[in-house]
């Protein structure tokens, strides 16, 4: 089974390539809704999650408590490594599985940090989507209400472009939909070449 990267920086509209993707018949596995499945499904991560922030880390009922967790590992770049160090193993064993389970040329893994944690290094191919910062910026105002500053303050969590292009097999470009439309179609045709 051929395994394809996606990912691009926040506002870049990897979800938006990743549906296009979808629309051609290819699986799709979203790395970060899975990891917050896993996060509450998985009794082994969540043992290792409690070890490592306290029980407080979840509420009564057993659901992630997110302020707790952001409040703890924003502030501190080791214990945010620590909590990936958890989470993205068990996000990389659930992919395995699912991988296996499917039937296409390829499958796609789209995930937001796919350079930045090393785990593109496990994909055949990557795709890194991009768009220009002023775009990106005003996407996720819009989409999120978010200040300016909160939304540069997510993206200094992520490399910029200019040290993920060098790392990607193929860069999609999306600032117009129909010409983003028309990349993806092309290169699904250059991957399924891949598997002949």
Do not use: C
């Amino acid at each position: 089974m051929i395994s394809i990267g996606l990912t691009g920086g926040i506002g870049s509209g990897k979800s938006t390539v990743a549906g296009f993707f979808e629309e051609l018949g290819i699986p799709i596995y979203y790395a970060d809704d899975r990891a917050k499945s896993l996060m509450v499904e998985n009794q082994e991560l969540i043992a290792s999650i409690k070890a490592l922030l306290g029980d407080q880390a979840y509420t009564d009922d057993g659901r992630l408590n997110r302020a707790y967790i952001a409040s703890q590992v924003f502030s501190d770049a080791e214990l945010l490594e620590s909590l990936n160090a958890l989470v993205h193993p068990a996000v990389g064993k659930d992919f395995s599985t699912w991988a296996q389970a499917q039937h296409s040329p390829y499958v796609i893994k789209e995930a937001a940090i796919l350079f930045e944690n090393g785990s593109y290094t496990r994909s055949d191919a990557t795709i890194l989507v991009t768009a220009p910062e002023n775009i990106r910026l005003q996407r996720v105002m819009n989409r999120d209400g978010a200040s300016e500053e909160a939304v540069r303050a997510r993206m200094q969590h992520q490399w910029p472009d200019e040290q993920k292009i060098p790392l990607a097999d193929y860069v999609i470009e999306n600032i117009d939909l129909e010409a983003t439309r028309k990349q993806v179609i092309s290169l699904h045709e250059q991957l399924i070449s891949l598997k002949k």
